[in-house]
């Protein structure tokens, strides 16, 4: 074997970096798609999602409400108005059109197993109405699991939620239980906004609020101060849970007695928590004593967040995101097998043409067959 003496020529490691490119080219074309795990309940969650907006919709329709398609821009038919006499809180109409997002469904499918539930398990729900889109696949997420959530809803909505008085989320949850779409129903129902017993509404907005829980059927949580509405919410879920251990706790939006106010919210962070840190918290909400007794907890209220850690949509595009799309269902996969057998043929060709006299073997090659012409 002839070495080569000096350095490789300036001509050859241009083509040796040209063919180095040429194989991770061959390397990429070796990825497939691949599903992702519980495809198939992500998948059943999502659809799910959207046939539930759709019904919303429909049903918005026939009480003559119009799409503010600047605002709803999807045409969702549930995202409400940025003031009405139930609304409590300050909202972002952005993260009310992201989450219209059918395929947080498999996100949520995702934090329930990690939270560890399985088939016919318990859990206990706080949402609002500040966040329709997620709560549609959020309890989407639990049929596609065979959950039994226990549901305590606060009425009152931030802007551009479920804030209509004709239309609250109460409204939207008995629409999807009458046409078969959802059959999951809230156990009680407060007005919600501060302590929450309505603080900051108006009288007319306390009692549109009230009205809406008596035509819905829904029991009216109705306590004087928001520390007797958090017992009273604990004692709810204990008794209706009817001594089957619960799972896990989740929240939906800013309830009060669900998570504890602002400053409690900046503590408790966006998605899954398995074992939530102990900390001086202003308020022990729901979520805090849930979480004293071993329970993990999912908290769903930084839009941005949780879309960034699921690789969904962070702004609003023109084409709306199909179900079943993305990253949480399919991920491109490598062969292995290929990328290895490629990058070895790399090392050896980048082996022979820097390390060994090419040049010497072509020549004495030549050199023979003009000695032996006949050859040619």
């Not at 918290?281 to 071993?294: D, L, S, T």
């Amino acid at each position: 074997m002839k070495w080569k003496d000096g350095k490789a020529s300036e001509v050859m490691l241009a083509g040796l970096a040209l063919f180095s490119l040429l194989i991770f080219y061959l390397a990429e074309q070796t990825a497939q798609l691949e599903r992702q795990p519980h495809f198939d309940k992500k998948l059943q969650a999502a659809k799910l999602s959207l046939v539930a907006r759709e019904a919303i919709k429909s049903y918005s329709q026939t009480l003559g409400i119009k799409v503010d398609i600047q605002n709803d821009p999807y045409r969702t038919g549930i995202i409400g108005q940025e003031r009405t006499p139930i609304t409590s809180d300050r909202g972002i109409v952005t993260s009310k059109i992201l989450t219209t997002n059918p395929n947080y469904a498999a996100a949520f499918v995702d934090m329930l197993i990690k939270a560890k539930v399985k088939k016919g398990s318990t859990i206990a729900v706080g949402m609002t109405g500040s966040f329709p889109g997620w709560n549609i696949s959020f309890l989407a997420a639990c049929a596609a699991l065979e959950l039994k959530p226990i549901i305590i809803t606060s009425v009152g909505s931030s802007d551009w939620g479920a804030n209509l008085p004709a239309l609250t989320w109460l409204d939207m949850e008995r629409v999807l239980n009458e046409r078969g779409i959802l059959s999951f129903k809230s156990s009680a129902a407060s007005v919600g906004g501060g302590a929450d017993n309505g603080r900051g509404l108006s009288p007319e907005g306390r009692e549109l609020i009230v009205d809406a829980i008596r035509r819905n059927n829904v029991h009216l949580l109705d306590e004087a101060t928001l520390e007797n509405n958090i017992v009273k919410r604990m004692a709810m879920y204990d008794t209706l849970s009817k001594g089957q251990a619960i799972a896990g706790y989740v929240n939906i939006g800013g309830g009060v007695a669900s998570i504890g106010g602002s400053q409690n919210a900046r503590l408790v962070p966006p998605g899954m928590t398995q074992h939530l840190a102990i900390k001086n918290f202003p308020v022990r909400a729901v979520i805090v004593r849930m979480a004293e007794h071993g329970i993990p907890v999912i908290n769903l209220l930084q839009v941005e967040k949780i879309a960034e850690r699921y690789d969904l949509p962070l702004e609003i595009v023109e084409k709306e995101p199909e179900f079943g799309e993305g990253s949480l269902f399919f991920k491109h996969r490598y062969s292995i097998t290929n990328t290895v057998i490629l990058t070895i043929f790399l090392l050896i060709v980048l082996f022979v043409f820097i390390r060994i006299d090419v040049k010497h073997y072509l020549l004495k090659r030549t050199a023979v067959k003009q000695t032996n012409p006949e050859t040619v």
